[in-house]
């Protein structure tokens, strides 16, 4: 399921969405009860919705990871679609947003064997230690 086919008041929402920002918790009361709720937006390729995050939910996710929302809920506030877990919903972190797939590229200064013609730095322990009697 994607963010395009999703609807107003439909259940059984099934999607994995990457998270771009989160607002700052809001702490309420409900029939006595403490709780937190807090606003981010979502995206996949096909757009972006709010997704709203309840309570432990809240401390789980970070912008820029990758979600997985099952059995979740879509309800409109004030004309705008939003996300949520519900009830009933699960949501679980499975990686990053920039996940493709493929290692991350790691960046040295370091030449490769190759750049270097196949000769390492010729470095002998006296001309180190020339180097620490030469006055700077």
């Given at each position: 399921?994607?963010?395009?086919?999703?609807?107003?008041?439909?259940?059984?929402?099934?999607?994995?969405v990457d998270?771009v920002?989160?607002g700052?918790?809001r702490?309420?009361?409900?029939?006595?009860?403490?709780?937190?709720?807090?606003?981010?937006?979502?995206?996949?390729?096909?757009?972006?919705?709010?997704?709203?995050?309840?309570?432990e939910?809240?401390?789980?996710v970070k912008?820029g990871?990758?979600?997985?929302?099952?059995?979740?809920?879509?309800?409109e506030?004030?004309?705008?679609?939003?996300l949520?877990?519900?009830r009933?919903?699960k949501?679980e972190?499975?990686g990053?947003?920039?996940?493709?797939?493929e290692?991350?590229?790691?960046?040295s200064?370091?030449?490769k064997?190759?750049?270097?013609d196949?000769?390492?730095?010729n470095?002998?322990e006296?001309?180190?230690e020339?180097a620490?009697?030469?006055?700077?």
């Amino acid at each position: 399921m994607q963010i395009k086919d999703l609807k107003p008041k439909q259940g059984n929402v099934d999607v994995i969405v990457d998270v771009v920002d989160i607002g700052v918790p809001r702490e309420f009361q409900k029939f006595g009860k403490a709780g937190r709720v807090s606003t981010a937006i979502a995206k996949d390729e096909t757009g972006d919705i709010k997704l709203t995050l309840w309570n432990e939910d809240i401390d789980k996710v970070k912008a820029g990871d990758k979600i997985h929302i099952t059995n979740g809920y879509v309800n409109e506030w004030q004309g705008e679609m939003q996300l949520t877990t519900g009830r009933m919903g699960k949501l679980e972190v499975v990686g990053k947003a920039d996940d493709s797939g493929e290692p991350s590229k790691i960046y040295s200064n370091i030449p490769k064997e190759s750049e270097s013609d196949g000769e390492g730095l010729n470095v002998e322990e006296e001309d180190i230690e020339d180097a620490d009697d030469e006055e700077i």
